[in-house]
């Protein structure tokens, strides 16, 4: 066993999430694992040597000389946040069609009248690789603070092959110089730009034959997604977005069902699409086949709020038939401009009847295998990336309670001190 570079010890609450490998669903969606007087030792390749009873710990492992102590007493201890939906790479904001939301207009028209998704496109179209890397890099941080270590980025704002290639190279970017871990997915298929408007199969036409590829080639992204929705792109254009993904490596992904039910989800099912994300509009034979085909069902409640959606994704019955269930932030500057995965489980246990603890299992153990790193993050054991947060209170139960609070006192991420005191440490 190596020495201990790092030691955080008695801890209030130590919640391991620690369990089988695998999504976890059904009577398992809430297993946190907590040990009382926790405490977690960290080798100095920042990884977890051992997590357990604070006297286990420090008896069986070995300290290295200049190993630096935390005491967390009085402090709950958690894996850090996974957050596996985020469309962080973007410029501009949209405040004032928020005030144009909250007025009544509804989301998709403005799509429909060229703004939206695509107001943002043209801006992040325009917009060079630097200032996209220093934009999504100031979220990035945002989402550090509030806890998040590891972070899932879409591109989906380039209105061309080669803008969407453009900010692949700004999500390897970030991934080589963040604290966070930092997976991609290639959304080429967000919105349909204004020029394709009267033939939106040309676009799709792009999307296949020069995007998908290409951007495979970088091997930056891990997953293909795709926006299917009405008006948007339609089932037959979704599976055969997801299905060229596929055939180039990318695994399938989905925005599906979020305001009306177009059939993405039996889509997901059909494609073995490792998530579902949003299902608000989702009916009981689409939950059977997400059932049938392990489909994690990633639930987006930041969106939902936002566009005051007044169906909601039914959380409960997808517990109770065994679906897994992750959380994510969906952060955009549209739908979601929400960066803090303590809103979102508070969002998830008042608006969607989630338990506190199953909500902490969706934002980490189940969120991590959302994107495919269940291996590496997302719980403390052996082996796993040192990646936890210290709250200033003494149990996770605190966070959705004290709702929209700022709880995170100190962030461990890949063993290195990147928080304290709820501030950035360079
Ligand atoms: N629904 C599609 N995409 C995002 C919204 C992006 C935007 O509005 O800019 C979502 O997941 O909610
Ligand atoms: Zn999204």
New binding site residues.
Partial sequence: MPAASLLVVHAAELVTLAGPSGPRAGALQGNVQVIDDGAVAVDAAGSIIMAGPTTTVLRQVDRAPDALVLDARGRAVLPGFVDP?T?AI?AGD?VREFEALLSGVD?LDLLTRGC??LH?MRLTSAADEEELVDRAGAALDRMLVAGTTTVEIKT??GNTTADELKLLRVIARLAATRPQAVVGTLLAA?AVPLEYRDDPDRYVDIVCRSTIPEAAAMGIARFCDV?C?AGVFSLDHARRILLTGRQYGLIPKI?AE?RHRTGGARLAAEVGALTA??LEHVEEEDLAALRASGTIAVL?PG?AFMLREKRLPPARRMIELGIPVALGT?F?????PIWSVPVIIGLACVQLGLTPAEALVAATINAAYAIGAGAQVGSMEPGKRADLVILDVPSYRYIPYYFGATLVDTVIAGGKIVVREGRIVR
């Fill in positions: 939906h469309h973007f949209r989301y939206g998704i943002t989906g704002y967000h926006f929705e925005h979020q994300d949003h987006l969106a969906d955009n500057p549209g739908s979601s």
